[in-house]
Protein backbone atom coordinates (compact mmCIF):
# COMPACT_ATOMS: atom_id res chain seq x y z
CA UNK A 1 0.00 0.00 0.00
CA UNK A 2 3.10 1.68 0.73
CA UNK A 3 3.50 2.17 -3.09
CA UNK A 4 0.57 4.44 -3.85
CA UNK A 5 2.51 7.31 -2.47
CA UNK A 6 4.83 8.22 -4.47
CA UNK A 7 2.03 7.72 -7.38
CA UNK A 8 -0.50 10.56 -5.50
CA UNK A 9 2.75 13.02 -5.71
CA UNK A 10 3.99 12.02 -9.00
CA UNK A 11 0.16 12.79 -10.05
CA UNK A 12 0.04 15.90 -8.57
CA UNK A 13 2.45 17.41 -9.78
CA UNK A 14 2.02 15.72 -13.41
CA UNK A 15 -1.68 17.53 -13.82
CA UNK A 16 -0.04 20.52 -12.42
CA UNK A 17 2.44 20.64 -15.32
CA UNK A 18 0.03 18.69 -17.60
CA UNK A 19 0.30 21.51 -20.31
CA UNK A 20 4.38 21.59 -20.24
CA UNK A 21 5.84 20.99 -23.57
CA UNK A 22 8.98 18.53 -23.25
CA UNK A 23 10.89 16.20 -25.68
CA UNK A 24 9.06 13.38 -27.16
CA UNK A 25 6.26 13.27 -23.93
CA UNK A 26 3.79 16.04 -25.48
CA UNK A 27 0.43 16.59 -23.77
CA UNK A 28 -1.13 14.93 -26.79
CA UNK A 29 1.13 12.10 -26.03
CA UNK A 30 0.09 11.92 -22.55
CA UNK A 31 -3.07 11.61 -23.48
CA UNK A 32 -2.47 8.92 -26.23
CA UNK A 33 -0.40 6.84 -23.50
CA UNK A 34 -2.97 6.85 -21.37
CA UNK A 35 -5.97 5.54 -23.68
CA UNK A 36 -3.61 3.01 -25.09
CA UNK A 37 -3.42 1.92 -21.55
CA UNK A 38 -6.80 2.50 -20.80
CA UNK A 39 -8.00 0.82 -24.26
CA UNK A 40 -5.67 -2.29 -25.12
CA UNK A 41 -6.53 -5.50 -24.04
CA UNK A 42 -4.74 -6.80 -21.12
CA UNK A 43 -4.40 -10.57 -23.32
CA UNK A 44 -5.21 -11.19 -27.14
CA UNK A 45 -3.81 -14.32 -29.01
CA UNK A 46 -1.65 -15.74 -26.44
CA UNK A 47 -0.57 -12.97 -25.36
CA UNK A 48 -0.87 -10.96 -21.64
CA UNK A 49 -0.29 -8.05 -19.80
CA UNK A 50 -0.49 -5.92 -23.18
CA UNK A 51 -1.65 -2.85 -21.65
CA UNK A 52 0.51 -3.10 -19.03
CA UNK A 53 3.28 -2.54 -20.75
CA UNK A 54 2.81 0.80 -21.55
CA UNK A 55 3.28 1.76 -18.08
CA UNK A 56 6.94 2.84 -17.88
CA UNK A 57 5.99 5.18 -21.22
CA UNK A 58 3.53 6.74 -19.21
CA UNK A 59 6.10 6.97 -16.18
CA UNK A 60 8.67 8.46 -17.79
CA UNK A 61 5.70 11.03 -19.15
CA UNK A 62 4.70 12.01 -15.99
CA UNK A 63 8.21 11.85 -14.48
CA UNK A 64 9.84 14.79 -16.96
CA UNK A 65 7.21 17.00 -15.68
CA UNK A 66 8.26 16.89 -12.08
CA UNK A 67 9.55 20.03 -11.02
CA UNK A 68 13.24 19.94 -9.86
CA UNK A 69 13.19 20.36 -6.20
CA UNK A 70 10.33 19.27 -3.85
CA UNK A 71 9.30 20.85 -0.39
CA UNK A 72 11.54 19.51 2.95
CA UNK A 73 8.79 17.93 4.45
CA UNK A 74 7.66 15.75 1.39
CA UNK A 75 10.89 14.59 0.88
CA UNK A 76 10.56 13.42 4.47
CA UNK A 77 7.43 11.22 3.61
CA UNK A 78 8.57 10.19 0.10
CA UNK A 79 12.11 8.96 2.06
CA UNK A 80 9.81 7.08 4.96
CA UNK A 81 7.52 5.21 2.52
CA UNK A 82 10.86 3.86 0.79
CA UNK A 83 12.32 3.09 3.23
CA UNK A 84 8.75 1.47 4.91
CA UNK A 85 7.97 -0.27 1.21
CA UNK A 86 11.64 -1.40 0.74
CA UNK A 87 11.57 -3.08 4.68
CA UNK A 88 8.09 -4.81 3.93
CA UNK A 89 9.28 -6.06 0.60
CA UNK A 90 12.80 -7.59 2.41
CA UNK A 91 10.15 -9.35 5.16
CA UNK A 92 7.63 -11.23 2.10
CA UNK A 93 10.92 -12.00 0.10
CA UNK A 94 12.62 -13.58 2.87
CA UNK A 95 8.35 -15.50 3.71
CA UNK A 96 8.12 -16.24 -0.03
CA UNK A 97 11.39 -18.12 -0.24
CA UNK A 98 10.68 -20.48 1.95
CA UNK A 99 7.85 -21.57 0.13
CA UNK A 100 10.33 -22.37 -2.94
CA UNK A 101 12.35 -23.59 -0.88
CA UNK A 102 9.49 -26.32 0.53
CA UNK A 103 8.66 -27.06 -3.34
CA UNK A 104 12.59 -27.54 -4.38
CA UNK A 105 12.89 -30.89 -1.38
CA UNK A 106 12.10 -32.97 -4.14
CA UNK A 107 14.67 -32.31 -6.27
CA UNK A 108 16.99 -35.36 -5.01
CA UNK A 109 14.31 -37.68 -5.95
CA UNK A 110 14.09 -36.38 -9.71
CA UNK A 111 16.69 -38.20 -11.70
CA UNK A 112 19.30 -36.50 -14.17
CA UNK A 113 17.48 -35.56 -17.69
CA UNK A 114 13.67 -36.33 -16.23
CA UNK A 115 10.41 -35.82 -18.49
CA UNK A 116 9.05 -33.98 -15.74
CA UNK A 117 5.71 -32.03 -15.69
CA UNK A 118 4.65 -29.80 -13.15
CA UNK A 119 1.39 -29.24 -12.06
CA UNK A 120 0.97 -26.25 -9.15
CA UNK A 121 -2.72 -26.43 -7.77
CA UNK A 122 -1.54 -23.93 -5.08
CA UNK A 123 -0.07 -20.69 -7.07
CA UNK A 124 0.03 -18.40 -4.32
CA UNK A 125 1.81 -20.51 -1.16
CA UNK A 126 1.94 -18.10 1.59
CA UNK A 127 1.53 -15.07 -0.62
CA UNK A 128 -1.53 -12.96 -0.89
CA UNK A 129 -0.65 -10.40 -3.81
CA UNK A 130 1.74 -12.80 -5.92
CA UNK A 131 1.55 -16.17 -7.67
CA UNK A 132 4.72 -16.66 -5.72
CA UNK A 133 4.36 -20.84 -6.71
CA UNK A 134 3.41 -20.81 -10.22
CA UNK A 135 6.82 -21.36 -11.50
CA UNK A 136 9.07 -22.31 -8.80
CA UNK A 137 9.35 -25.56 -9.73
CA UNK A 138 12.78 -23.83 -11.35
CA UNK A 139 15.41 -25.52 -10.04
CA UNK A 140 14.81 -29.23 -10.96
CA UNK A 141 15.45 -27.57 -14.19
CA UNK A 142 18.80 -25.88 -13.30
CA UNK A 143 19.49 -28.87 -11.33
CA UNK A 144 18.64 -31.81 -12.46
CA UNK A 145 18.47 -30.74 -16.27
CA UNK A 146 15.07 -32.19 -16.34
CA UNK A 147 12.89 -31.55 -19.31
CA UNK A 148 9.44 -29.79 -18.57
CA UNK A 149 6.70 -28.24 -21.19
CA UNK A 150 6.21 -24.98 -18.97
CA UNK A 151 8.14 -22.60 -22.12
CA UNK A 152 6.49 -19.79 -23.52
CA UNK A 153 7.97 -20.70 -27.18
CA UNK A 154 4.52 -21.26 -28.41
CA UNK A 155 3.78 -18.07 -30.27
CA UNK A 156 5.58 -17.01 -34.03
CA UNK A 157 6.96 -13.80 -32.19
CA UNK A 158 9.18 -15.90 -29.43
CA UNK A 159 12.47 -15.71 -29.89
CA UNK A 160 12.80 -19.70 -29.31
CA UNK A 161 10.11 -21.92 -30.48
CA UNK A 162 9.57 -25.34 -29.94
CA UNK A 163 10.61 -27.70 -33.09
CA UNK A 164 8.18 -29.99 -32.57
CA UNK A 165 5.26 -28.47 -30.72
CA UNK A 166 3.52 -30.45 -27.80
CA UNK A 167 0.03 -30.88 -27.85
CA UNK A 168 -1.59 -27.46 -26.94
CA UNK A 169 -2.92 -29.27 -23.69
CA UNK A 170 0.31 -29.54 -22.85
CA UNK A 171 1.58 -25.89 -23.96
CA UNK A 172 2.26 -23.17 -20.95
CA UNK A 173 -1.25 -21.42 -20.89
CA UNK A 174 -2.99 -24.62 -21.18
CA UNK A 175 -1.24 -26.26 -18.22
CA UNK A 176 -1.49 -23.04 -15.72
CA UNK A 177 -5.48 -22.60 -16.43
CA UNK A 178 -6.10 -26.78 -15.95
CA UNK A 179 -4.50 -26.34 -12.41
CA UNK A 180 -7.18 -23.56 -12.21
CA UNK A 181 -9.75 -25.22 -13.34
CA UNK A 182 -9.23 -29.04 -12.48
CA UNK A 183 -7.86 -28.35 -9.22
CA UNK A 184 -10.61 -30.52 -7.51
CA UNK A 185 -14.09 -31.75 -8.44
CA UNK A 186 -15.78 -29.00 -6.22
CA UNK A 187 -13.91 -26.25 -8.05
CA UNK A 188 -15.08 -27.44 -10.98
CA UNK A 189 -18.59 -28.39 -10.49
CA UNK A 190 -18.92 -24.86 -8.67
CA UNK A 191 -17.61 -23.55 -12.33
CA UNK A 192 -20.06 -25.31 -14.51
CA UNK A 193 -22.83 -24.10 -12.07
CA UNK A 194 -21.89 -20.53 -12.46
CA UNK A 195 -20.98 -20.97 -15.92
CA UNK A 196 -25.14 -22.47 -16.21
CA UNK A 197 -24.27 -25.47 -18.20
CA UNK A 198 -24.11 -27.97 -16.09
CA UNK A 199 -25.57 -31.60 -16.58
CA UNK A 200 -25.44 -35.11 -15.80
CA UNK A 201 -22.81 -36.52 -13.19
CA UNK A 202 -20.21 -33.66 -12.55
CA UNK A 203 -18.11 -35.75 -10.41
CA UNK A 204 -18.08 -38.34 -13.45
CA UNK A 205 -17.12 -35.70 -15.98
CA UNK A 206 -14.17 -34.50 -13.74
CA UNK A 207 -12.96 -38.43 -13.15
CA UNK A 208 -13.14 -38.68 -17.16
CA UNK A 209 -11.11 -34.89 -18.06
CA UNK A 210 -8.35 -36.17 -15.50
CA UNK A 211 -8.51 -39.81 -17.58
CA UNK A 212 -8.34 -38.13 -20.71
CA UNK A 213 -5.43 -35.95 -19.27
CA UNK A 214 -3.44 -38.83 -17.68
CA UNK A 215 -3.57 -40.79 -20.78
CA UNK A 216 -1.82 -37.74 -22.56
CA UNK A 217 0.61 -37.11 -20.08
CA UNK A 218 2.07 -40.91 -19.28
CA UNK A 219 3.83 -41.77 -22.34
CA UNK A 220 5.81 -38.51 -22.35
CA UNK A 221 6.65 -37.78 -18.45
CA UNK A 222 8.18 -40.22 -16.60
CA UNK A 223 8.28 -37.79 -13.51
CA UNK A 224 5.35 -35.40 -11.75
CA UNK A 225 5.41 -32.78 -9.67
CA UNK A 226 2.37 -31.58 -7.63
CA UNK A 227 2.40 -28.84 -5.19
CA UNK A 228 -1.18 -28.63 -3.53
CA UNK A 229 -2.79 -31.20 -5.34
CA UNK A 230 -6.56 -32.04 -3.88
CA UNK A 231 -7.17 -35.06 -2.40
CA UNK A 232 -9.23 -35.59 -5.04
CA UNK A 233 -7.01 -35.25 -8.10
CA UNK A 234 -4.54 -37.51 -6.22
CA UNK A 235 -6.98 -40.57 -5.98
CA UNK A 236 -6.94 -40.05 -9.94
CA UNK A 237 -3.10 -40.58 -10.54
CA UNK A 238 -2.88 -43.79 -12.21
CA UNK A 239 -1.24 -46.59 -11.07
CA UNK A 240 1.64 -46.47 -13.09
CA UNK A 241 2.80 -43.36 -11.16
CA UNK A 242 4.13 -44.45 -7.35
CA UNK A 243 5.15 -41.54 -5.00
CA UNK A 244 8.91 -41.24 -4.46
CA UNK A 245 9.11 -38.35 -2.37
CA UNK A 246 5.87 -36.42 -0.18
CA UNK A 247 6.27 -33.55 2.00
CA UNK A 248 3.24 -31.03 3.26
CA UNK A 249 1.97 -29.66 -0.29
CA UNK A 250 4.89 -31.52 -2.02
CA UNK A 251 4.51 -34.85 -4.09
CA UNK A 252 6.69 -36.33 -6.54
CA UNK A 253 5.65 -38.89 -8.52
CA UNK A 254 7.91 -41.52 -10.67
CA UNK A 255 6.42 -44.03 -13.53
CA UNK A 256 7.09 -47.14 -12.79
CA UNK A 257 8.34 -49.31 -15.43
Known amino acids: ML ?52 IPFVWAALLVRVPESVPRALRL ?11 ALGIDFVRLTRDREEIA ?3 PHVPERANLLPLVFNRKGSSINTRNM ?22 PSYAVRYREPPPPQLTQVALE ?4 DMKSA ?11 VLS ?20 RFDHLLFW ?25 YERTP
Open 134 to 155: VQAWGPYVTERDASVPMLFATL
Open 3 to 54: SIVPCVVLAFYALRAVRKQVPFFSPLAVAALFLLYALLPSGYGGWFYINARV
Open 200 to 219: GDCAQTFRERWADFFALVGP
Open 177 to 180: DWTI
Open 186 to 196: DHFCGSLRTEG
Open 105 to 107: KGI
Open 77 to 87: VLALATFAHSG
Open 228 to 252: GASADVRALVPSAYRIVFERAELVI
